[in-house]
């Protein structure tokens, strides 16, 4: 073979690869404009939508013909209107009623009625009292020289007999209390509940506060305005706490037939236990809530033992207890506050309920430091910071 051949052949082949790519990139692009093709004649001959769509009447060539609304009220009328009148295609309402068939069902309310005062009445009386304000010499004196004192448990009592239960009842609202604890219903907490642990510090359950484990690891001093004869329930739950199932809640505390106000008279169904979040899962609710009875009423069925240190008997469901007794007790009261693992929790869970802490977090080790030695030879200048006393940060690569 001579040397021309040997250098032909090799270009011919190459020619032939060249040729061989462009034809396959020629019918790759074919079949691509053909299924774009495909897909906008598919598109085209589409049905035609089952009835008028949305704004179809609005001629957008001429807006300045269209009809002013001239007032909110008008535009608020006409689009409840709209948003009542029946469509043909599926509204995202329609999607969140198909995954959850209770979502915008009306509540009911279980508590107790709300009698609100004559408006009249009201205002007749806040005229008298701004008359008698502009009368009162020494008020204005007060006033002008900016030493008048406003009594800040005359305004808690203000606030507690008009708007304190619709703010309580927004408030557990956002807490998910009663939808943990009464499904598909609420009531108004009118009875203000008053619970103070350990006299010295001070620590009031409120609605939605904060308090650790150690603060309310005794039972409280709880207290409530209330008629001579009248008869309550007091229960306190934490829907968050339960450990095996999700829809369960722990009884932590339940006293039945307290005479008027004196929790310490009633019949102790189930005595206090403290708190126990377990570690590693944030924040748990703990709820006070004061049932008004019709009468004395037998808790045979939720009686338990004097000291009662097991966790399956303590599991209950609040909304399984109000259907139980809801001809005889009404949901009047609600406080609520809020814990997490503390030091204590350790305690509850090996001496008082005899068993193993479940923790839910990964517990790092102390850092590992070699023995310090005298004359540190090759160390770095900071040698000396991993040895210091305190748990004050240090910096740099040893």
């Known amino acids: 073979m001579s040397f021309f051949s040997a250098t032909v052949a090799p270009s011919k082949m190459a020619l ?53 609304y001239r007032s909110f009220n008008r535009y ?23 995954e959850d068939p209770e979502h915008g069902a009306t509540r009911v309310n279980i508590g107790l009625p709300w009698y609100r005062h004559s408006r009249t009445d009201e205002l007749r009386a806040r005229r008298q009292v701004m008359k008698g304000n502009k009368k009162n010499v020494d008020l204005e004196r007060e006033c002008r020289l900016r030493t008048f004192k406003i009594s800040a448990n005359r305004v808690q009592e203000i606030w507690e ?13 956002h807490y998910g209390v009663f939808s943990d604890l009464f499904p598909m219903a609420y009531f108004l907490p009118q009875i ?39 008869l309550w329930t007091l229960l306190l739950t934490s829907p968050d ?47 006070y809530v004061l049932f008004q009875q019709g009468g004395p009423i037998r808790f045979q069925e939720d009686l338990r033992p004097s000291l009662c240190h097991s966790l399956v008997d303590r599991t209950f469901k609040t909304v399984d207890f109000d259907r139980k007794h809801q001809d005889s007790m009404t949901p009047a009261g609600l406080a ?25 977090e990964f517990i790092r080790p102390p850092v590992y430091h070699p023995p310090q030695v005298k004359y540190p030879k090759g160390q770095p200048l900071r040698y000396l910071d991993r040895y210091r006393d305190g748990k004050e940060q240090t910096y740099g690569i040893y």
């Not at 404009?33 to 949305?54: I, Q, Y």
């Not at 179809?56 to 807006?63: L, S």
């Not at 007999?161 to 609202?173: C, T």
Request: proline share 6%; net charge negative.
């Open 16 to 68: 032939r690869k060249v040729a061989v790519s462009v034809l396959g990139n020629c019918f790759d692009l074919t079949v691509n404009n053909a299924r774009t093709f495909s897909t906008t004649v598919f598109l085209c001959r589409r049905s035609p939508p089952l009835g008028p769509m949305p704004n179809e009447d609005i001629d957008v060539q001429n807006i300045d013909t269209i009809e002013k």
């Open 76 to 98: 608020l009328r006409q689009v409840e209107d709209a948003k009542n009148k029946l469509v043909w295609w599926k509204t995202y309402q329609g999607y969140l009623e198909k």
């Open 161 to 173: 007999k008009s708007s304190g239960p619709f703010h309580i009842k927004r408030l557990a609202d």
């Open 192 to 230: 203000p509940l008053r619970i103070r642990y350990n006299q010295g510090t001070g620590s009031q359950v409120h609605y939605g506060n904060a308090l650790t484990p150690t603060e309310a690891a005794s039972a409280p001093v709880v207290s409530f305005d209330a008629d001579e004869g009248s």
């Open 241 to 287: 706490e339960h450990l095996l199932d999700n829809e369960a809640e722990y009884l932590h505390w339940l006293v039945g037939n307290i005479p008027g106000g004196a929790v310490q008279a009633g019949e102790q169904l189930c005595h206090y236990l403290a708190p126990f979040p377990a570690r590693g899962t944030g924040f748990h609710r703990y709820i």
């Open 336 to 360: 609520f506050f809020q814990c997490q693992w503390d030091e204590s929790v350790t305690s509850t869970f090996h001496n008082t309920l005899k068993m193993r802490e479940p923790v839910f």
